[in-house]
């Protein structure tokens, strides 16, 4: 039998080892992290956090002095350091199913991956409760292996757990409650757990499904408006985008903001189809009315802007997103009499 000797000896042994490479597995668990940032960028994985540890003094004592479960006399690891394969630990958390499918292949690609476990299946085989995630073991695959950077952590295990907001949220509950051992749980407890773990799974799946639902109507909007078909397409950032693609041509450095700002503008003024932007911009050339104002060529957010003016009139100032800043009235009046001294047709174009 391990005596309490045995057990000491075995501590101090670790706790020396352990201090001695915490630093390279420190190292190595930020590059890990920074890869996995920088390929989930490069592959357009959008993702709500990606986190790193290495583990803890305590914790990794506390696994290294554990006894054989078969054997008592000895103990579990005979080489702790190698055995136990999450002394460095990745947690990716994404919002989509599809993101978690995503990582997997990124992963299978990028890494060695020694092994793969959904803990879904792993709690039902062992007649457990839970609602968890996906984890791999991984190693540097042969080709970073061979890079100087990475050459010192060649041998080095680490856990990548993949999981979705959902699933990390039940986790952290599940893990708060304590419950550890299902079999000492209560059955009503029990059943109460495995009914919401089936409710966080359906939901995940809906959520994807929305997702993907709206992917697709988004897709088949664009594609109509390239078409010039505006008929019953909402507008969204998307949509007034490609609208304005069209209408007056493609620029890349608008960001996002900018399309979202003048979809609120839209909205204010009552437009909630790109059929009425169509049936209020049409007739006007947005770089002719650009030239006339500001005598260069503007951005086509501030052209579009300009066309608005000039379809809407008076109705324009009235009923603008900034009607009540003075600054801002004052200079699209003076906008509005450029165009008029021109001979532009300034239209009363409103939403009833």
Not at 153 to 165: A, C, G, L, P, S
Not at 197 to 206: F, K, Q, S
């Amino acid at each position: 039998m391990l005596t309490e000797k045995d057990i000491n000896n075995r501590k101090n042994e670790m706790i020396n080892i352990y201090r001695n490479i915490t630093p390279i597995y420190e190292d190595f668990k930020n590059k890990i992290k920074g890869l996995l940032i920088e390929l989930a960028k490069k592959n357009k994985i959008k993702y709500h956090q990606i986190e790193g540890r290495t583990k803890s003094e305590n914790s990794f004592i506390d696994k290294a002095i554990l006894r054989d479960e078969k054997n008592p006399a000895i103990f579990k690891y005979s080489d702790p350091i190698k055995q136990i394969t999450d002394l460095i630990g990745i947690r990716i958390i994404v919002f989509f199913i599809e993101e978690e499918l995503q990582l997997e292949k990124i992963i299978n690609k990028e890494f060695m991956v020694i092994e793969r476990i959904d803990k879904s299946i792993d709690l039902l085989n062992n007649n457990k409760f839970g609602y968890q995630s996906v984890h791999y073991l991984i190693k540097l695959n042969k080709c970073r292996q061979l890079l100087d950077e990475y050459s010192e952590y060649k041998d080095i295990i680490v856990e990548i757990q993949v999981r979705t907001i959902l699933q990390h949220a039940w986790a952290e509950i599940e893990h708060d409650i304590q419950y550890k051992n299902s079999s000492i749980v209560p059955l009503i407890v029990k059943r109460r757990f495995a009914q919401l773990a089936g409710l966080l799974e359906i939901a995940d799946r809906e959520f994807q499904a929305i997702q993907s639902q709206e992917k697709n109507v988004n897709e088949e909007n664009i594609k109509n408006i390239k078409n010039r078909q505006y008929s019953d397409i909402q507008i969204t950032i998307s949509t007034i985008e490609a609208y304005l693609n069209n209408y007056i041509g493609v620029e890349k450095n608008v960001s996002k903001i900018a399309y979202e700002n003048e979809v609120k503008i839209l909205l204010n003024f009552g437009f909630t189809t790109i059929e009425q932007v169509y049936e209020c911009t049409k007739g006007y050339d947005a770089n002719n009315l650009s030239k006339i104002v500001r005598g260069t060529y503007e951005g086509k957010i501030e052209k579009f802007e300009l066309v608005l003016l000039a379809s809407m009139g008076d109705n324009f100032l009235k009923k603008h997103l900034w009607k009540d800043n003075s600054w801002f009235i004052e200079e699209k009046s003076k906008d509005l009499k450029m165009l008029r001294k021109e001979n532009i047709i300034i239209g009363s174009y409103k939403i009833n």
